[in-house]
T-cell receptor, first 111, second 110 residues
């Protein structure tokens, strides 16, 4: 099905572990984004990508790594998870100025 | 100061009421304005978008943008229980990054 899919939907990991959140889109949109959503902070941009092999930092990039070797995939890696990274993570893509399409989110808990 | 300010609510209204949701912003370069609806444990979905100032209507929803006041609004007429969700405003200038409000939680009581 066309769309943007995130996996896993739920993840529990331990402090210090590396974890990768996956994002896949089927539209071939140029731009892809990773946001985290926390109570009181709303959606905050972590990283974004304008095209394959082009990535840039957003508002809260520390502790995260991204890559984009293919247009359709944009994985987000937490190199050494901390409790402060417990959050809901949303991937999004867009092709024009009229808004993003978001995935369903990954709910990550770091214990 | 945040780029976009939005009252988090929560807002609780009876079914059939008119709902007014608002955001203010500080960056005069913003030209594209959107409203997203987010149901519990779901991703935000685009509800309405407006370019520059003016009004836009779509069924029971009306989006207003007043660039002179740096103020945008979303009105919901004849509100329904299915409208219960969190509403996020978003906006951007000429770049590709959108700036989001923190969201307003709305409950429509049958």
């Amino acid at each position: 099905d066309a769309g943007i899919t995130q996996s896993p939907r739920y993840k529990i990991t331990e402090t210090g572990r590396q974890v990768t959140l996956m994002c896949h889109q089927t539209w071939s949109h140029s731009y892809m984004f990773w946001y985290r959503q926390d109570l009181g902070h709303g959606l905050r941009l972590i990283y974004y990508s304008a095209a394959a092999d082009i990535t840039d930092k957003g508002e809260v990039p520390d502790g995260y790594v991204v890559s984009r070797s293919k247009t359709e995939n944009f994985p987000l890696t937490l190199e050494s998870a901390t409790r402060s990274q417990t959050s809901v993570y949303f991937c999004a893509s867009n092709k024009d100025s009229y808004g993003y399409t978001f995935g369903s989110g990954t709910r990550l808990t770091v214990v | 100061q945040k780029e976009v300010e939005q009252d988090p609510g929560p807002l609780s209204v009876p079914e059939g009421a008119i709902v007014s949701l608002n955001c203010t912003y500080s960056n005069s370069a913003f030209q594209y304005f959107m409203w997203y609806r987010q149901y519990s444990r779901k991703g935000p979905e685009l509800l309405m978008y407006t370019y520059s100032s003016g009004n836009k209507e779509d069924g029971r929803f009306t989006a207003q943008v007043d660039k002179s006041s740096k103020y945008i609004s979303l009105f919901i007429r004849d509100s329904q229980p299915s409208d219960s969700a969190t509403y996020l405003c978003a906006m951007k200038g000429t770049g590709n990054q959108f700036y989001f409000g923190t969201g307003t939680s709305l409950t429509v009581i049958p």
